[in-house]
């Protein structure tokens, strides 16, 4: 979306629904970026926009220091930041975040002892909101080599400037897929400056988990919409309300959503050796 589609979007939303919504910044930016990053930033506090899902320290750091933009903007800091310990959450907290995605690497158990450290060690009434994937795309990997047109040639020289179509689950995240020995495929998506971004295999799907997962001391669940139509994303929320419906009801429920073929877990149950 371009920042006039955001601004055209939240124009007709109360000052309360408009708060619910975040801008993700781009995962890459580099130091000739500032200046038309500084440039959106405005355009977002124009519109309204009062949180930012920050991707990396140097964009932290850039919101934090400006005079324009500190104050402005309530910040979280998103997986990319890596938070894997109770002290790298504390850090980033008190730097000035309000919200902390906990590393996608972490099981359930190590989740709940980051959190459970972390309340012990900050006894403060300021207490961020932790925050997980539980549904979507992983991503891996991002890379600036030219992976496609080195591999392809000329045939994938357009491939970053086409308008891809995700309107079915069997459609990939593009028209490639890196295939490794054991015959798993890799979704590959390229964005705008044709950076490759190399997705798992399967799809997170960890909606049985809400409720052990809200135990542990996560409050918000992410839903990530990259490759999904519409459709699937509204089917998605719908399956994840019920979900936190039942266990902000106190109902737990072992149903396991995920077939094993299409879906996966990630690391909440084995963790990383």
């Not at 992983?138 to 309107?167: W, Y």
């Not at 897929?177 to 295999?201: A, G, Q, T």
Request: aromatic fraction near 10%.
């Amino acid at each position: 979306m371009s920042v006039s589609d955001i601004a055209a979007a939240v124009s007709e939303l109360s000052p309360k629904e408009i708060e619910k919504i975040w801008f993700k910044t781009p995962f890459v930016i580099k130091e000739e970026d500032f200046t038309a990053l500084a440039q959106l930033f405005r355009l977002l506090k124009e519109a309204g926009i009062s949180g930012i899902l920050v991707s990396n320290i140097g964009v932290f750091e850039f919101l934090l220091s400006n005079p324009d933009f500190c104050g402005s903007f309530k910040l979280a800091a998103d997986f990319s930041f890596n938070i894997f310990n109770s002290d790298a959450a504390a850090l980033i907290v008190e730097s000035g975040a309000c919200a902390v995605a906990i590393s996608q690497e972490l099981s359930i158990s190590d989740i709940s002892s980051l959190i459970q450290h972390y309340g012990l060690k900050n006894k403060t009434d300021s207490v961020p909101e932790f925050e997980c994937m539980i549904y979507g795309r992983q991503r891996l990997m991002v890379t600036e080599h030219p992976l496609l047109e080195s591999i392809l040639g000329e045939r994938a020289a357009d491939s970053c400037e086409s308008d891809f179509s995700f309107d079915s689950p069997s459609v990939p995240l593009s028209r490639f897929i890196l295939k490794d020995s054991k015959n798993y495929m890799f979704p590959i998506l390229e964005d705008s400056k044709c950076r490759n971004f190399i997705f798992n295999s399967k799809e997170l799907n960890a909606f049985d988990l809400i409720y052990r997962l809200h135990r542990s001391g996560i409050s918000v669940f992410r839903i990530d919409g990259i490759g999904y139509s519409s459709e699937e994303i509204a089917d998605a929320i719908s399956k994840c309300k019920c979900k936190i419906s039942d266990t902000l009801s106190g109902a737990s429920s072992d149903e396991n959503l995920n077939d094993g073929n299409r879906f996966t877990k990630g690391n909440f149950i084995r963790g990383v050796d």
